[in-house]
């Protein structure tokens, strides 16, 4: 079993829908849990990060963390085209940043 | 800040050839992290530095890899000899400190094809 799993999409839903990713682990070693965004031929940016479980918010996205299940979602609102990316969950454990494979997201106009 | 640069953004090569990447991290940071993503295995840590002390090498594929920060403000990453299955896009990223390392900046990347 991968330490970290996420499923690689595609993902394609309509402009204005509510779009949840996620990612599962198998180490509770865990201790910080991030979301990064990847647009194509770019390198990644962090988009969320938190190392608690529970929800936060910024803006339209809610990063959120449940230790009890080893399960992390990102929550996009009122999606735009823009959002079209690759996201990528990543997790840090012994000073190891370790990172699903990420999942593609496509908005449709 | 420019961010971290990376260099080049694309080499094409043949297989047997020495293949050099090149870093800038961002001013001040102070750790430097190398990254292989393919499709096939995603986004790999190849090694990092912390203060341009090699901390962590247990991803470097083979002994063909090798990595070298002689200073904060570069750092290579070399293959010798390259083979077809090392292509692949590399990425470099910095951090700055103990307290916000899994920050991570990235580079461009460069895509490396070793024909």
């Known amino acids: 079993q991968k330490e970290v799993e996420q499923d690689p999409g595609p993902l394609s839903v309509p402009e204005g829908a509510i779009v949840s990713l996620n990612c599962t682990y198998s180490?509770?070693?865990?201790?910080?849990f991030m979301w990064y965004r990847q647009y194509s031929r770019k390198g990644p940016e962090l988009l969320m990060y938190?190392?608690?479980?529970g929800n936060k918010e910024d803006g339209r996205f809610t990063a959120q963390v449940d230790k009890s299940s080893k399960y992390i979602s990102l929550f996009i609102r009122d999606s735009q085209p823009s959002d079209s990316a690759t996201y990528l969950c990543?997790?840090?454990?012994?000073?190891?940043?370790?990172f699903g494979k990420g999942t593609r997201l496509h908005i449709l106009p | 800040d420019a961010g971290v640069i990376q260099s080049p953004r694309h080499e094409v090569t043949e297989m047997g050839q020495e293949v050099t990447l090149r870093c800038k991290p961002i001013?001040?940071?102070?750790?430097l992290f190398w990254y292989r993503q393919t499709m096939m295995r995603g986004l790999e840590l190849l090694i990092y530095?912390?203060?341009?002390?090699?901390?962590?090498d247990s991803g470097m594929p083979e002994d063909r890899f090798s990595a070298k920060m002689p200073n904060a403000s570069f750092s290579t990453l070399k293959i010798q000899p390259s083979e077809p299955r090392d292509s692949a896009v590399y990425f470099c990223?910095?951090?700055?400190?103990?307290?916000?390392?899994?920050?991570?900046?990235f580079g461009s990347g460069t895509q490396l094809s070793v024909l």
């Open positions: 180490n509770s070693a865990f201790q910080y």
């Open positions: 990543a997790m840090t454990r012994d000073d190891k940043i370790i």
């Open positions: 938190t190392y608690s479980s």
């Open positions: 530095f912390n203060n341009n002390v090699p901390i962590d």
């Open positions: 990223a910095s951090s700055s400190g103990d307290r916000d390392m899994e920050k991570l900046f």
């Open positions: 001013s001040g940071h102070d750790y």
